[in-house]
């Protein structure tokens, strides 16, 4: 599959998810820069990744005083979702909406634990 039809395919699904999500978490998904990416590995920061990561968060949650010139950012590694879901369209779809989710909770705040608490792992 090519980088641009799962580019495409994520974003088709990431409009859909934020247009059903409650106002507050719709103005802050908005807020956020969602990029679609291959893999880790574009960014000085990937360094610390291992690699296989579905998506990122990168900034200041929403309850930290973010610095003037930082922008939230959700970046999405189409291609290690593709081969999380083994390459199947529904559940790439599905996923990519998933690991949005997860990374947007972060946004807001929460930890990996709060995240899993409600299901976004």
Same mark, same amino acid.
């Given at each position: ?11 088709? =699904?990431?409009? &859909? @998810?934020?247009?059903? $999500? ?30 296989? =990561? @579905?998506? !990122?968060? /990168? ?5 930290? =005083?973010? &610095?003037? /010139? ?10 290690? @979702? +593709?081969? +999380? !879901? =083994? ?14 989710? #997860?990374? $947007?909770? #972060? ?7 709060? !995240?899993? /608490?409600?299901? @976004?792992?």
């Amino acid at each position: 599959m090519t980088f641009e039809t799962l580019s495409r395919w994520a974003d088709e =699904e990431v409009k &859909a @998810l934020v247009k059903v $999500l409650p106002r507050d978490v719709q103005e802050a998904a908005n807020r956020c820069v969602i990029s679609f990416e291959a893999r880790p590995g574009l960014s000085p920061n990937d360094a610390e990744l291992d690699g296989d =990561e @579905l998506g !990122v968060f /990168e900034g200041s949650c929403l309850l930290d =005083e973010p &610095a003037a /010139e930082e922008v939230p950012r959700i970046r999405l590694f189409v291609e290690n @979702l +593709w081969q +999380w !879901v =083994e390459q199947d369209e529904q559940d790439y779809r599905d996923e990519v909406g998933t690991t949005l989710l #997860h990374e $947007l909770g #972060h946004y807001l705040g929460w930890d990996e634990d709060e !995240v899993s /608490e409600r299901g @976004l792992e």
